[in-house]
């Protein structure tokens, strides 16, 4: 059977979560120990996948590329009940990781504290920023990002990484190339927060064919790419298998369309506790 789809960039990542949610490992882990979530655009949706309901929180993204340049989300900078003065840029003193453990989504803990609790057994899901045509991914990172922190707790403890990657974020040069250029540091000029690229190069990466597969064991190929209207940035593909596993994969599909995410609470430029921000203009607000 052959059948041709289209989803937008949030119908994308809704598709992906219910593959990731469906994962042996992810769903171990949820039971009898940590699943570990930073907060972003796909990882909100796996949450609700998890736990069936959307994350309880006021934040829900950290660090975002808008059309004025890349900027952080106010509350995610900040954490609950902290104002701009008494923020941490210190990435051990995160706090808005969402937690899956022992099956129930838990309290918000530091960063420093949650990944020295963290086994082999557990896992943690981090959205990235671009994906190479080899299926290599990159997360930018910020003057003290977590990412770094990250890397170096996995290669300690052990746990397995997973990352949630829409083809939306297709770059058309290898990552490690990339990366090369992007070079946070030597910026004269920035459309905002100055960010470096950081090639991940160990973990799970799962883009809208890995999930197809994962869902119904179907395959899917992509055949167009962008849209208009809403559909800006859209991704059509071909799903190809027997008429069950293609049947299959559109009950998830259709499950997965008008998908929406959460209204982006921007920070205003004059009120923003991020020293390394670097907007071309008299007046930031």
């Known amino acids: 059977?052959?059948?041709q789809i289209v989803l937008t960039?949030?119908?994308?990542?809704?598709?992906?979560?219910?593959?990731?949610?469906?994962?042996?490992?992810v769903k171990q882990a949820a039971q009898k120990g940590i699943v570990a979530l930073h907060p972003s655009s796909s990882t909100y949706f796996i949450v609700e996948e998890?736990?069936?309901?959307?994350p309880p929180t006021n934040h829900w993204v950290c660090g975002v590329v808008t059309a004025r340049g890349m900027c952080v989300e106010m509350a995610m900078v900040l954490g609950d009940g902290y104002t701009p003065r008494e923020a941490s840029m210190d990435p051990a003193d995160l706090r808005a990781t969402w937690i899956v453990e022992n099956?129930?989504?838990v309290a918000e803990e530091s960063l420093s504290r949650l990944l020295y609790r963290m086994t082999p057994s557990d896992v943690f899901i981090?959205?990235?920023?671009?994906?190479?045509?080899?299926?290599?991914?990159g997360i930018l990172y910020g003057h003290q990002g977590s990412i770094g922190y990250l890397m170096a707790a996995k290669q300690k403890r052990g746990f397995g990484m997973i990352y949630p990657a829409g083809?939306?974020?297709?770059i058309p040069i290898p990552i490690r190339e990339a990366a090369k250029h992007a070079k946070q540091a030597d910026f004269e000029y920035a459309m905002g927060m100055p960010v470096g690229l950081f090639p991940c190069s160990e973990g799970t990466v799962v883009n809208?064919?890995?999930?197809i597969e994962i869902l119904s064991g179907a395959e899917a190929v992509p055949m167009?790419?962008?849209?208009?209207?809403?559909?800006?940035?859209?991704?059509?593909?071909?799903?190809?298998?027997?008429?069950?596993?293609?049947?299959k994969a559109l009950i998830f599909v259709e499950q997965s369309k008008g998908a929406r995410l959460p209204q982006l609470r921007l920070c205003h430029c004059e009120g923003c506790p991020v020293p390394h921000c670097r907007f071309p203009m008299a007046d930031r607000s």
């Open 208 to 211: 809208e064919m890995r999930a």
């Open 103 to 105: 099956g129930s989504l």
């Open 126 to 137: 981090k959205g990235v920023n671009a994906i190479d045509p080899s299926g290599n991914v």
């Open 1 to 3: 059977m052959l059948a």
């Open 224 to 247: 167009a790419a962008g849209g208009l209207g809403e559909a800006a940035g859209a991704l059509t593909l071909v799903i190809t298998g027997s008429r069950e596993q293609v049947g």
């Open 167 to 170: 083809l939306e974020k297709l």
């Open 9 to 25: 960039p949030a119908e994308s990542k809704k598709l992906i979560a219910k593959a990731v949610a469906k994962m042996d490992v």
């Open 50 to 54: 998890m736990t069936g309901a959307k």
